[in-house]
């Protein structure tokens, strides 16, 4: 059996969760089937870099990291993720905003019921 990749010392717990329930995030990076995906070839893609899910349920693993099950919506895909795995859009902090400039109020309709009726 293979080692699991424990990153080291770090200990995740130690600290709050990252995000909360509900928040929108953005996936990092594209998500494949590690083979715990019922029904999905291991190795399909399940999540696609950029897309757009709600955090509904924050569990731990190995009493080191936290795993946030993610629903995104647009695959239709319930996904647990590292918190490095993913990045918010509901909570970037203020210099973040500042750089974004006018791009900014773009990101309040990614992924929410508005941009679901401009695309209809």
Known sequence: MADINRDGDEIELAFPPRFSYGERVVARS????DGTYNGRD????????????????????????????????D?????????????????LPDDVLERLGDKASALQVLGSATSLKETL
């Open 30 to 33: 594209v998500i494949r089937n």
């Open 75 to 91: 695959s239709g895909h319930r996904v647990g993720m590292r918190a490095k795995e993913l990045c918010t859009l509901d909570n």
């Open 42 to 73: 291991v190795g399909e893609v399940l999540v696609n870099k950029g897309e757009v899910g709600y955090v509904i349920n924050i569990n731990t693993f190995l009493q080191q990291f936290y795993i946030y099950a993610v629903d995104f919506v």
